[in-house]
């Protein structure tokens, strides 16, 4: 699969079970469909509205349509492309861990994985 951003071959990893597609170049991560609920272990995400933005549209890595942009998590503060075909959604880097500090700060308990793979998948620099 091809980066959405940057157009390069992404990678893919395994974790619990989920596998992901990550991009070497941009730090993107793509969740094909429902594997964000499994990370978050959720039986459904909340519906997911499109937003206007400036930021510049992206092609699904998958089907090739136009992934529309979403704010997503209780804030509604991080903004995420995701598929209208349903193939899945893509995080930029940093925005995965943008929505576990959110769900954090509205009282969500993050699951005990979730942590794991974001240590896992994305150390602290300097760590």
Known sequence: MKCPVCQVPTYVVEHDAIELDLCPECQGIWFD???LELLLERDKAAPLTAVATAEAVRPCPLCR????????????????????????IWFDDNE??????????????VQPRVREFLSEMFPTKGD
Request: proline share 5%; with cysteine.
């Open 33 to 35: 469909a429902g594997e």
């Open 65 to 88: 349509q136009k992934m529309d942009k979403v704010n997503i998590g209780p804030s509604h503060r991080v903004l995420i492309d995701t598929c209208p075909a349903g193939c899945g």
């Open 96 to 109: 995965l861990q943008e929505l576990t500090r959110d769900l954090a700060e509205d009282g969500w308990q």
